[in-house]
């Protein structure tokens, strides 16, 4: 059988989105903003896990694991616990999605796959969320906001556009619910056939 087109699109979208998503998580650029570091101007990054400071025009960077109020900051912890929730749900999405299409049998279990559709839409959403809650409250993570000024870092690009593919990933997934029209399946049994067959498309 041809695996429908929703659940290819779904398949290969839910994965994607879970790979940009844990890019987002493990990268220190959620933040950034220019500070001084004795003559020269450099570049501080804050991620959930781990800061990084890198002078302007050299090659000379620092990390460290995040500390101090930046580290103690609610926002932040909600984040950190919220987007690994997220990575949890789009694995078990994509388990389950493994599950239902079953590629390599006649037909596809459709609640199973429609499910993890459901399952992978709810993971996509809970990162777009968790990424609007840090942005909204960036300037004030950790930090006198008049005394330094942050902007938005490369990590969140990540999670925006992996959580928007979690969404499109599960929308489609979740059209597994809705029984295709199938042409080569008989609407009725034929008449005076005593033996009939409730087939499954």
């Known amino acids: 059988m041809q695996t429908p087109a929703a659940m290819v699109a779904g398949i290969v979208c839910a994965p994607l989105g879970l790979i940009?998503?844990?890019?987002?998580?493990?990268?220190?650029?959620?933040?950034e903003c220019q500070v001084r570091a004795g003559r020269a101007w450099a570049l501080r990054t804050d991620g959930l896990w781990e800061s990084c400071l890198q002078v302007a025009e050299s090659d000379f960077k620092v990390c460290w694991p995040v500390s101090g109020a930046y580290y103690r900051d609610a926002h932040v912890r909600w984040?950190?616990?919220?987007?690994?929730s997220s990575l949890f749900l789009c694995g078990t999405g994509i388990v389950l999605a493994s599950v239902g299409v079953r590629c390599w049998m006649d037909f596809p279990q459709r609640n199973v796959?429609?499910?993890?559709g459901l399952v992978v839409l709810v993971s996509g959403l809970l990162c777009l969320a968790t990424l609007g809650l840090y942005?909204?409250?960036?300037q004030a993570l950790g930090s006198n906001p008049k005394?330094?000024?942050?902007?938005?870092?490369?990590?969140?690009?990540?999670?925006?556009?992996?959580g928007g593919i979690q969404i499109l990933g599960g929308a489609v997934l979740s059209?597994?619910?809705k029984r295709p029209k199938c042409p080569m399946c008989?609407?009725?049994?034929?008449?005076?056939?005593?033996?009939?067959?409730?087939?499954?498309?």
């Open 135 to 138: 942005v909204s409250n960036i």
């Open 79 to 84: 984040a950190r616990g919220l987007l690994l």
């Open 186 to 201: 008989p609407t009725k049994a034929p008449s005076g056939d005593k033996d009939s067959y409730d087939i499954s498309c």
């Open 175 to 177: 059209l597994s619910f």
């Open 147 to 162: 005394l330094v000024w942050h902007r938005g870092g490369s990590s969140l690009y990540f999670g925006w556009v992996g």
């Open 113 to 116: 796959a429609g499910t993890s």
């Open 20 to 31: 940009l998503v844990f890019t987002a998580v493990i990268t220190p650029h959620w933040r």
